[in-house]
């Protein structure tokens, strides 16, 4: 094994992190609560923080009054320092938003698909950057990255692996990156919005939580110990495809009984389907919120809903059980529509199916950011990536995740 000896460099990079993140997550902060936070000396903090703010990254935001002294300055993060694009590529649309680092939306644009194949949602992922920057006035030169959330696995080279949607090996990444100068970063939707409740939505403060994203397919985001959980290749995570029924309903992936062939709304709604039901609207999300007020008179549709609450809570208690979380958060456009109706219905069901001990450490919520929030988590991988290098510019276009 090859050690490489720590720079005094690295050292500097490594504390300028600490103390931009501190910035960025839990600003405004005074020198003074930074010094405590990271536990870096009072000096050391004023010398990096005075080299991020001459360099752009870091303004005072105000002061607040101290006990018997000067008013101590708050810091943040420099909004308009650069600016970040965060792309949704779901079934059904593409989704590109233009942010700045505050994560304010500057620039929307969706473009409905019939079908997600890879050329045709790489062109709507560029069409929708040029126009967002476009429409917004920004320089190009000033937006930091793109982060794309993709549905499927994906590995560190940006290549996603969509079994569901016949995605094999697709080096999506390399493939976005040939239509644009701007770094491209590439990530599984379920950990963009995982990251995106992490850090200012219903995760915040908790350090070992399952974000659970639920839509028309079905996934989830790991944190243990306050890092992403990804597993040996970045296939962790896929708690969609866990099996909860031997021989059951066929799944998209090509096995049977898996969570995602019972949650998924899709899947849902074939099944109330199955039954005899009937909806008039066409549109997934429009069906599904059909399916969902007709439940209140229909015995059919209550039987369909109530069995998905069901399943869902059968696919939480393993969770529970497995990962012993101290938080579950419910997200994603479906899994939202189901928890603001049954929220205190899933909770009851999960706690029939799992072990009581584990059961009664867990909060189940709701997530706070909204139906849209894919796209906003996936606007934070370039700032994660500005954060880790402490506020210095990425050198290489190279796709990654």
Known sequence: MEYRRTTVRDMRRSNRSVILTGIYRDGPLSRQELSVRTSLSAASVSNLVTELIAEGVVEEAGSVESEGGRPRVLLRVAREFRYVVGAEVG?????????????????????????????????HVLEGLTTVISTSGVQPSLVLGVGVAVFGIVDAAAVVHAQTLGWD?????????????????????ANTLGQAEMWFGAGRGATD??????GSGVGAALVTGG????????SAGEWGHTTIMYGGRGCRCGAEGCLEAYVGAEDVLDRYRQAGG???????EAAFAELLEAAENSEVAATIVADTIGYLAAGFANLVNLVNPERIV????????LGERYLPRLREEVGRHALRQPYSQVSIVLCELGR?????????????????????LPSSRVPTH
């Open 227 to 234: 890092s992403s959980y990804r597993g040996t290749r970045s």
């Open 330 to 337: 419910l997200g994603g456009w479906a899994g939202l529509l």
């Open 372 to 392: 849209d929030a894919v796209a906003l988590g996936a606007a934070t991988l370039p700032i994660l990536r500005l954060l880790r290098n402490g506020g210095a």
């Open 278 to 284: 009937e909806l008039s609207a066409e549109d997934e």
């Open 169 to 189: 090996a697709v080096p999506f990444g390399q493939m976005l990156a040939e239509g644009t100068d701007i770094p491209i970063l590439v990530d599984n939707g």
């Open 209 to 214: 939580a399952v974000v659970a994203l639920v």
């Open 91 to 123: 079934e059904t649309r593409v989704r590109v938003e233009l942010f700045d680092l505050a994560l304010n939306v500057l620039a929307t644009v969706d473009h409905p698909i019939d079908a997600p194949e890879p050329e045709v949602v790489v062109k």
